[in-house]
């Protein structure tokens, strides 16, 4: 007798969503491209001058975008770190909302996107503002703060 394993992997509604998104980039020089700016202007509480150029720190900008074309409530900021009081902490699940601190910008900079899968060493997180551009990108566990998943509050 033969049994088949099955496994069914549910993927956030958010996830498509970032994906059709991938090598949306930054405008070099003076222009902006027109999608960054519509990601920004899902941070409401981010000032009209930083939401009309491509060159503001978007990353949150992108997960608030994302989260809210899913139909859910995001954190509406700019800042990554902002991610840390939204939902509820889990543990690695993909797709998760992950933040990581951005030692290098100093203490309370930080950078999020969504969890793709974890190593030891290393997060794949697919996100905005990595290398300018939306992308996978990897970045080290040392640096992680938190993994989020919504609650109820989170729906619309």
């Given at each position: ?14 996830i ?9 980039a930054e405008?070099a020089g ?33 997960c ?21 009081t939204?939902?509820?902490?889990s543990?690695?699940?993909p ?7 951005a030692?290098?910008?100093?203490e ?6 969504f969890?793709l ?5 290393l ?7 990595q290398?300018?551009?939306v992308?996978a990108?990897?970045?080290p ?6 993994y989020?998943?919504?609650t109820?509050?989170?729906g619309?």
């Amino acid at each position: 007798m033969t049994t088949e394993a099955t496994s069914t992997i549910t993927v956030p509604p958010w996830i498509p969503i970032a994906e059709k998104e991938l090598g949306v980039a930054e405008v070099a020089g003076a222009a902006s491209n027109k999608r960054v700016l519509e990601y920004l202007r899902s941070c409401e509480t981010l000032p009209a001058n930083m939401q009309a150029v491509d060159s503001t720190a978007w990353c949150s900008a992108f997960c608030c975008w994302c989260i809210e074309q899913a139909g859910l409530k995001s954190t509406n900021k700019a800042n990554a770190r902002s991610w840390l009081t939204w939902g509820a902490p889990s543990s690695f699940i993909p797709g998760a909302v992950v933040v990581f601190s951005a030692p290098d910008r100093g203490e309370a900079a930080g950078h999020v996107g969504f969890a793709l899968y974890e190593s030891d060493k290393l997060v794949c997180v697919l996100g905005g503002n990595q290398s300018d551009r939306v992308c996978a990108a990897f970045y080290p566990r040392d640096r992680l703060l938190g993994y989020r998943w919504p609650t109820a509050a989170e729906g619309k």
